[in-house]
């Protein structure tokens, strides 16, 4: 059974860091690319924040967190990581990692990251 567990959120102030975890496990986790999303409170739309591929050799930013966020992953610990600096108050949002096996996404329950002026 795919899981994938989410944590480091928080409340920080702004130009804080947090560094977030999601622990995979019911996979082969070495063999998946990774994904980090994020969706805002309002009911707005959610973002994909940072893609790591399998290898961790290639990663991709979204342009809205360039050079404030870094995605990387440890495959001897099944786990990515979402390393983020100068938070911003527009950064607060519940962020999920993902995998996608076949056609199926499996996501993670989220973990809050709250960032106040």
């Known amino acids: 059974q795919v899981q994938l567990v989410e944590s480091g959120g928080g409340s920080v102030q702004a130009g804080g860091s947090l560094r977030l975890s999601c622990v995979a496990s019911?996979?082969?986790?070495?063999?998946?690319?990774m994904t980090w999303s994020r969706q805002a409170p309002g009911g707005k739309e959610r973002e994909l924040v940072g893609?790591?591929?399998?290898?961790?050799?290639?990663?991709i930013i979204a342009d809205s967190v360039k050079g404030r966020f870094t995605i990387s992953r440890d495959n001897a610990k099944n786990t990515v990581y979402l390393q983020m600096h100068s938070l911003k108050p527009e950064d607060t949002a519940l962020y999920s990692c993902k995998t996608r096996w076949g056609f199926s996404d499996y996501w993670g329950q989220g973990t809050q990251v709250t960032v106040s002026s």
């Open positions: 893609y790591v591929s399998k290898s961790g050799v290639s990663t």
């Open positions: 019911g996979f082969s986790f070495k063999d998946f690319d």
